[in-house]
Nanobody
Framework: QLVESGGGLVQAGGSLRLSCVAS????????MGWFRQAPGKGREFAAT????????SYADSVKSRFTISRDNAKNTLYLQMNSLKPEDTAVYYC????????????????WGQGTQVTVSS
């Protein structure tokens, strides 16, 4: 089970830190990622991180503003979001899988329920 937290309402230019805690399994061997879904749109890739945490990748839309990280000892995934924009408004989901990182949401097996992020202008 994956449980996200940390979402909320923030003004443009502000910051939020999302967390995703895994229970029921150790995620140290899983690739993990963050996806987001805005109203009326499909679920889109935001960032991924390999099991060791060494390799990360980002969507162009969030690169240099968002940072994905993980603490395997705590079974927790993070997403630090800075310089937030109104277009970042979405439900943010964490995902996990044993396969290599993929930007396609369809490739991921395990999902959290999501946390709402709203950025006001």
């Amino acid at each position: 089970q994956l449980v996200e937290s940390g979402g909320g309402l923030v003004q443009a230019g502000g910051s939020l830190r999302l967390s995703c805690v895994a229970s029921g399994r150790t995620v140290g061997s899983y690739t993990m990622g963050w996806f987001r879904q805005a109203p009326g749109k499909g679920r889109e890739f935001a960032a991924t991180i390999t099991p060791s945490g060494i390799i990360t990748s980002y969507a162009d839309s969030v690169k240099s503003r968002f940072t994905i990280s993980r603490d395997n000892a705590k079974n927790t995934l993070y997403l630090q979001m800075n310089s937030l924009k109104p277009e970042d408004t979405a439900v943010y989901y964490c995902a996990a899988d044993l396969l290599s990182p993929s930007i396609s949401a369809k490739s991921w097996k395990y999902w959290g329920q999501g946390t709402q992020v709203t950025v006001s202008s």
